[in-house]
């Protein structure tokens, strides 16, 4: 399995990026997709995941502001990012895995892309 992200950049607060990430390869086995994220100096920090059957959750620190889709013609999954804050300046991960529970650990990781947003 091969992901690819994409969308990156630098916004203003309160501006909006959408971030795309592409799967290749061996995809049966895949039943989650999502993003993470790592500021500096902090862990990695789940932001939001999407299952197979379409079900959907966001982090408390941006459920409101980001919403996660897939184009499953197009096996890409989107982060859609609004109102974005200072404190969402991290580099962006997204991953696919078998489970949501074992995701962070056993899960496939694209290359990351780096949102910054300035105040």
């Known amino acids: 399995v091969q992901l690819q992200a994409s969308g990156g950049g630098l916004v203003q607060a309160g501006g909006s990026l959408r971030l795309s990430c592409a799967a290749s390869?061996?995809?049966?086995?895949?039943?989650?997709m999502g993003w993470y994220r790592q500021a500096p100096g902090k862990q990695r920090e789940l932001v939001a995941y999407?299952?197979?059957?379409?079900?959907?959750h966001c982090a408390d620190s941006v459920k409101g502001r980001f919403a996660i889709s897939e184009d499953n013609a197009k096996n890409t999954m989107y982060l859609q990012m609004n109102s974005l804050k200072p404190e969402d300046t991290a580099v962006y991960y997204c991953?696919?895995?078998?489970?949501?529970?074992?995701?962070?650990?056993?899960?496939?990781w694209g290359q990351g892309t780096q949102v910054t947003v300035s105040s």
């Open positions: 999407i299952t197979s059957g379409g079900n959907t």
């Open positions: 390869g061996r995809l049966s086995s895949l039943n989650v």
């Open positions: 991953n696919a895995a078998e489970n949501i529970a074992t995701m962070h650990l056993f899960g496939y």
